[in-house]
């Protein structure tokens, strides 16, 4: 296969992503990709198979190693932040706990060499049709990788540098009153320590699947330190946005957070305000990072009513 052929196979979306967030030193990373590929199929003794079409902001393929043992390769873009380095982080310290194993990892290409789940079906395609049974195997991935935060390292992040970004609202025409008031949550919610640990910090219904050695397993973390509610807010947003056409929308959302405030001791007026600040910030890195394809997505924080 050519790598021109080989490019027209990649996810359009990875393509996009890529090209809108490093330019022309993600062209030249997209050319390369056959080269890399076959660089680390020597180095781990791998045969690459099919690319996962839903990869979006890294290059994600099936592989299988020399003893036929099923296996994911992850290689991620030339990206300002080095976020695999932390995915990597936080999938050794976990070591199997509720999450996909690391196998190996190439920190020049930054490349990551991970367990495949089987049957591998997310929580969006295993619950379609019954959204809300969903929720409580959410809840028990989340109990099972919940960990104390590990010793500051250049591979762990935390939840205060996501958010001081957000401070550059001011000088960048993002809207003001939903940055503002996000910050307030956060500065007001997050000092709690009692409820910081290491989070998955994207966990979501896309990042929990169906397994064999357990029922279900996260994938695709980013590591970092901060409290709880952030990474339950996550989980609430993407709810929202698989259960936004509806009608009972408001009712499934409102069952959704009664659910994990029961299961982790956190009033449901908080989970709510945690999710509109995490929407909020995700707007903003969508806004700061490719403003040619913002939607003015910050307007679906008023969903939570806080």
């Not at 990597?88 to 310290?93: C, K, P």
């Not at 409290?227 to 259960?243: K, P, R, S, T």
Request: net charge negative; proline share 6%.
């Amino acid at each position: 296969m050519t790598e021109a052929d080989f490019n027209q196979g990649l996810p359009a979306e990875l393509v996009k992503h890529v090209t809108a967030m490093a330019g022309d030193v993600g062209t030249m990373w997209l050319d390369g990709l056959p080269r890399t590929i076959s660089q680390l199929e020597s180095e781990w003794l791998i045969t690459l198979g099919n690319v996962f079409p839903a990869g979006e902001f890294n290059f994600v393929a099936a592989a299988v190693s020399i003893d036929g043992e099923p296996l994911v390769v992850k290689i991620a873009p030339p990206f300002d932040t080095n976020e695999i380095r932390g995915e990597a982080e936080y999938l050794r310290i976990r070591n199997g706990r509720g999450a996909v194993r690391l196998l190996a990892e190439n920190v020049e290409q930054r490349a990551i060499l991970i367990e495949r789940a089987f049957p591998g079906e997310n929580l969006s395609e295993h619950f379609a049709g019954r959204e809300s049974d969903s929720i409580a195997p959410a809840i028990g991935v989340l109990h099972a990788v919940l960990g104390t935060a590990p010793p500051a390292s250049d591979q762990v992040i935390t939840l205060d540098d996501w958010f001081n970004g957000l401070h550059r609202y001011e000088e960048s025409g993002f809207a003001p009153d939903y940055a503002a008031k996000a910050l307030r949550i956060y500065d007001r919610l997050s000092a709690q320590p009692r409820r910081t640990y290491y989070l998955h910090a994207d966990f979501h219904p896309g990042n929990i699947v169906t397994a064999s050695r357990a029922p279900y397993l996260a994938i695709d973390p980013k590591g970092i330190v901060g409290h709880i509610g952030y990474e339950i807010a996550v989980f609430l947003n993407n709810f929202h946005w698989w259960q936004e056409t509806k009608t009972d929308v408001q009712t499934r959302l409102k069952t959704a957070v009664e659910q994990f405030s029961d299961a982790f001791d956190i009033s449901p007026h908080e989970l709510r305000e945690w999710a509109y600040a995490q929407m909020v910030l995700g707007a903003w890195w969508s806004f700061d990072e490719m403003p040619q394809y913002y939607d003015n997505a910050v307007a679906k924080a008023d969903i939570w009513n806080v």
